[in-house]
């Protein structure tokens, strides 16, 4: 029969092999794997993660999966799957890709519940669970690319939601040795399980599209190991009859190539975005911005003295849901320009505290907030890979200061150091794990090509 479009990406999954994976690429991808087990570790701490473990409790009949932050509890597998995918959005604080998606959290939670639910002789060893892995990042990246609209920040769908449902059916098709026609169908029915809109973001519901990604793309991939089917051009551009199309006003699909022993991953060639504080990646710019103006302020005064500022101005590209001048909880404050500017010229940095009832309602910080004016000039795009923060202090002295940020620290262009990525581990790790455990996760990670079974992690 003729190659389409979906029988490429089917043919892909089932024969991609280990050896496939460059060095550069194993080294990134277990960045990330470490990065965000940190996340989920810290995530399951919160209040939305508190509500998710509660729900899956109540149906968990065959509990063989781990959970993030509980040792004692375990839950069926694709329960697992989701509340541990909620734990590693709960705070916005998980890994960020070019086109904008959250790549790991869709995916890493589907691996670890389906490696402890295999039987002790069908276990992935670390190289296998390394490769799914990859392939669910691999599917992610190239669906993301079939459309140019997908490289802006998002409008309608919630991309993780989307790509990230077809990259854990991916990766746990990989994992449990479909065949390419299953690897095809479980494609077909992740797509019917795929979407959420962005409305929820910044609310508790929207960590719900992560855990549903990782959950969902695993049941469909459980589904279609049984025997289920559905269309065989899930993926390709069928006039008249919508697929995965359904997702993009603008849908260009191409073959993926079977693997070769030069096939080049996508993390070759576009690394990852490391978040140092939890909120959404935009946030990221304003804050390096306002902490460079801060400098400038105290070195002009003295010290940092909100009273001696007139107006703050904010050049932000133009995206409604992270446009919020004034949020009243945690997930908003997550998501809005003006708050991040502010707190960090406030306090001189963002982080896990930022984001306490306490410290949203300062009085101090709705002070700032009521002086800032934002602006949106033609040449800062909604994209991560293009636009930028600034932040204006205009003083009643009359005097301007100005901080510019185009290429934060952690972004895939100044990637986080080894250093910097460790302390973030530790810090998100230790609010749940002794420090040996923090030290075996770190090592197992750093070692995975060589672990014999990839369900101890």
């Not at 929207?206 to 589904?223: D, Q, S, T, V, Y």
Request: contains cysteine.
């Amino acid at each position: 029969p003729e190659e389409t479009v979906t029988s490429s990406f089917a043919s892909f999954i089932h024969a991609v092999r280990p050896e496939h994976l460059s060095k550069t690429v194993r080294h990134r991808s277990k960045r990330m794997i470490l990065d965000s087990i940190g996340v989920g570790l810290v995530g399951s701490t919160t209040h939305v993660f508190d509500i998710a473990l509660q729900y899956c409790r109540l149906s968990s009949s065959v509990a063989v999966s781990s959970v993030y932050g509980k040792p004692g509890v375990k839950l069926s597998p694709t329960l697992a799957a989701f509340t541990n995918g909620v734990a590693t959005h709960s705070m916005d604080f998980d890994d960020t890709w070019h086109p904008a998606t959250h790549p790991s959290g869709a995916v890493l939670p589907a691996l670890l519940a389906a490696s402890q639910m295999l039987p002790p002789s069908t276990k992935p060893n670390g190289m296998d669970f390394l490769l799914a892995f990859n392939v669910g990042l691999e599917v992610q990246g190239r669906l993301m690319h079939f459309s140019t609209e997908a490289h802006d920040i998002p409008k309608r769908f919630h991309p993780p939601s989307v790509v990230g449902t077809m990259g854990s059916a991916a990766a746990t098709a990989k994992l449990l040795s479909l065949s390419a026609a299953q690897c095809a169908h479980a494609l077909g029915i992740a797509a019917s399980l795929a979407g959420a809109p962005m409305a929820n973001a910044a609310t508790q519901a929207k960590p719900l599209h992560i855990g549903n990604a990782a959950r969902l793309g695993f049941e469909a991939a459980l589904l279609a190991a049984r025997g289920m089917e559905a269309n065989p051009l899930i993926l390709d551009d069928i006039p008249g009859c919508s697929g995965f199309s359904a997702f993009y006003s603008v849908y260009q699909p191409k073959p993926l190539s079977t693997p070769s022993d030069h096939h080049e991953f996508l993390l070759e060639k576009q690394d990852i975005a490391f978040k140092r504080f939890p909120a959404h990646l935009g946030m990221h710019w304003v804050v390096d911005a306002a902490l460079s103006v801060r400098n400038l302020f105290i070195n002009y005064a003295g010290s940092f003295s909100p009273s001696l500022i007139r107006t703050i101005v904010l050049k932000i590209p133009v995206s409604k849901y992270i446009n919020r001048p004034f949020p009243s909880s945690e997930h908003q404050a997550r998501h809005s320009f003006q708050f991040n500017a502010c707190a960090a010229l406030l306090d001189g940095e963002v982080g896990l505290s930022s984001f306490m009832e306490s410290s949203i309602h300062r009085q101090e910080l709705r002070e700032l907030l009521d002086k800032v004016v934002v602006e949106h000039p033609e040449d800062n795009v909604a994209n991560f890979d293009k636009m930028y923060g600034e932040v204006a202090l205009l003083l009643h002295s009359g005097d301007v200061l100005t901080g510019k940020c185009d290429t934060f620290y952690g972004h895939w262009r100044k990637p986080l150091s080894k250093e910097s990525l460790l302390k973030k581990f530790r810090s998100n790790a230790s609010h749940v794990l002794p420090e040996e455990k923090i030290e075996t996760v770190i090592t197992m990670v750093d070692n995975l090509e060589n672990l014999s079974d990839g369900s101890q992690l």
